[in-house]
């Protein structure tokens, strides 16, 4: 095993520089970030006295991975806390999936508009509104994107909220909001009652450690994968000298990546 692998696989380094700096050049050298400002993040604005000072931040969370690391643990806390604040007010948290009826030749771009609209319009229904005066005290909606070779592009959106309502359950909140969202896309909502084990969704930790990568690749959960395991993807094809048991080619990997940060609506915490 090279140095660079057992790196990966024991610390968030990769010959001792952060693992957000080195994807952040990958991704860079690539092309798949092309955003001026998000090139320059981490540069230094100036040298005084013959230091480096001030560091440039893009905050830009959608498409650097420096800015996304340095802000998910805080907004992970953030979340973890509300619903926990909320649990313990004797209150309940549900999470409600929303998906797309797609085919494979549909566009990333198509796809995202439609998934947009059909949020817009499902927030300004009669539907939305009544849940939300049912004493609700926090929500979250996130959007993500997942692709596979089978079926292509998959976005989908969730909305994770708290209510303190003794009398909301799973059947009435899926009941209340299913019709609208199946005349927009087709599709039904999934409704998860999240009770004493809260979900740091979508703040999920990225899996650092390739043999756990390599193994969930050939599990079937893995036919799709999220942007994360595919930056990872990236980094091996970059980083390690035989990737090619990966389940998609380098090529593909750097298409998909592209077409994500050019389209996706993807926003951790909105």
Request: net charge positive.
């Amino acid at each position: 095993m090279n140095t660079i692998e057992t790196e990966l696989i024991n610390s968030r380094t990769i010959n001792g520089e952060p693992f957000s700096e080195v994807l952040h050049k990958s991704l860079i050298a690539h092309r798949i970030i092309t955003n001026p400002r998000v090139i320059k993040c981490g540069t230094y604005y100036s040298k005084e006295r013959g230091h480096f000072r001030f560091r440039i931040q893009c905050n830009n969370q959608k498409e650097c991975p420096v800015c996304r690391t340095r802000v998910a643990d805080k907004r992970k806390r953030q979340l973890l806390k509300e619903q926990m604040d909320c649990l313990k007010e004797n209150g309940f948290v549900y999470m409600v999936t929303g998906t797309l009826r797609h085919r494979k030749q549909d566009s990333l771009k198509l796809l995202q508009s439609k998934l947009r609209d059909s949020v817009k319009r499902l927030k300004n229904d009669r539907g939305w509104r009544k849940l939300r005066q049912r004493d609700m005290v926090f929500h979250k909606t996130v959007y993500e994107t997942v692709y596979g070779e089978k079926n292509g592009y998959h976005p989908h959106v969730m909305f994770l909220f708290g209510t303190k309502d003794q009398n909301l359950n799973k059947t009435e909140i899926k009941e209340t909001l299913n019709p609208y969202w199946r005349t927009y896309t087709g599709a039904n909502l999934d409704v998860l009652k999240i009770d004493s084990i809260v979900t740091t969704y979508p703040y999920k930790d990225w899996d650092y450690n390739l043999r756990s990568i390599f193994k969930k690749m050939n599990d079937e959960m893995k036919e799709r994968f999220e942007k994360p395991t595919l930056e990872i993807m990236l980094l091996c094809y970059d980083h390690l000298p035989d990737s090619s048991s990966l389940p998609l080619s380098k090529s593909t990997v750097i298409k998909v990546l592209k077409e994500m940060n050019q389209n996706q609506s993807y926003y951790l915490g909105r």
